[in-house]
């Protein structure tokens, strides 16, 4: 399961690629838009920062902004950096298997396709992708033809 502060994180990086094109974002107004205390997100973009997926200015007029183009992130990229593995079972979460049941588990074939399925997903959708959607309560159903 992504925790909150992996879904959080994305939000944070959504926001920073649909306001890219001003200098610098000041955390205040990402916490606003995205209805997240700012204390939390401070927690969070420290830990993009570290990770270099955004720059951090800090000071008067500082604020946010990403380090590359939004197409250049993945989203598994964003929530490996915030959850560490998202692997949906522990003997995979690290990419060495030390299961000392790996050679007679029956289920590990299992999960390894559903693990490689969950990576080629997050991995194959950029945050660009992201930015190109409607939310879903902004889409308008078809009309109906008369």
């Not at 992996?6 to 920073?16: E, F, K, S, W």
């Amino acid at each position: 399961m992504i925790s909150t502060r992996g879904r959080y994180a994305l939000r944070v990086m959504i926001d920073l690629a649909e306001h890219r094109f001003q200098w610098l974002i000041p955390l205040k107004d990402i916490a606003e838009r995205q209805e997240i205390s700012k204390k939390y997100l401070e927690l969070l973009v420290r830990d993009l920062v570290a990770a270099q997926l955004v720059i951090g200015v800090s000071g008067r007029g500082g604020g946010y902004k990403l380090s590359r183009k939004p197409e250049e992130y993945t989203v598994g990229e964003i929530l490996e950096v915030m959850e560490g593995s998202i692997s949906q079972v522990a003997c995979l979460s690290k990419r060495k298997n030390d299961c000392p049941r790996k050679k007679f588990c029956k289920a590990l074939p299992m999960w390894t396709e559903l693990d490689n399925l969950v990576r080629s997903y997050l991995f194959g959708k950029k945050l660009s992708d992201l930015t190109e959607t409607l939310p879903i309560t902004e889409m308008k159903p078809p009309k109906k033809p008369a």
